[in-house]
């Protein structure tokens, strides 16, 4: 995700709601956001991994693939 592109969903979103924090994995792309959240006074909170609450939620990401692409390969539409 770019710089950029964060800017502008910030903008978006701080039209409804104040953005108080955001969660990230420290991969390099998310590095430069640091500087950028604390001048908007944003927390930049990382995950642990290998923690109880990580594996939770890999685990309901990957149910939401597996329905998905069951719905796919069986030729479903996707509000089923």
Same mark, same amino acid.
Do not use: D
């Given at each position: 995700?770019?710089?950029?592109?964060?800017?502008?969903?910030?903008?978006?979103?701080?039209?409804? +709601? *104040?953005?108080?924090? /955001?969660?990230?994995?420290?991969?390099?792309?998310?590095?430069?956001? $640091?500087? #950028?959240?604390?001048?908007?006074?944003?927390?930049?909170?990382?995950?642990?991994?290998?923690? +109880? *609450?990580?594996?939770? /939620?890999?685990?309901?990401?990957?149910?939401?693939?597996?329905?998905? $692409?069951? #719905?796919?390969?069986?030729?479903?539409?996707?509000?089923?």
């Amino acid at each position: 995700m770019k710089i950029s592109v964060f800017q502008q969903s910030k903008a978006m979103v701080e039209l409804q +709601h *104040q953005i108080k924090s /955001v969660q990230s994995n420290w991969g390099k792309e998310y590095r430069p956001f $640091t500087a #950028l959240l604390a001048t908007h006074c944003i927390t930049h909170r990382l995950i642990c991994f290998h923690t +109880h *609450q990580h594996g939770v /939620v890999e685990r309901k990401y990957r149910h939401v693939e597996i329905g998905l $692409t069951l #719905l796919h390969r069986a030729s479903l539409p996707l509000n089923f």
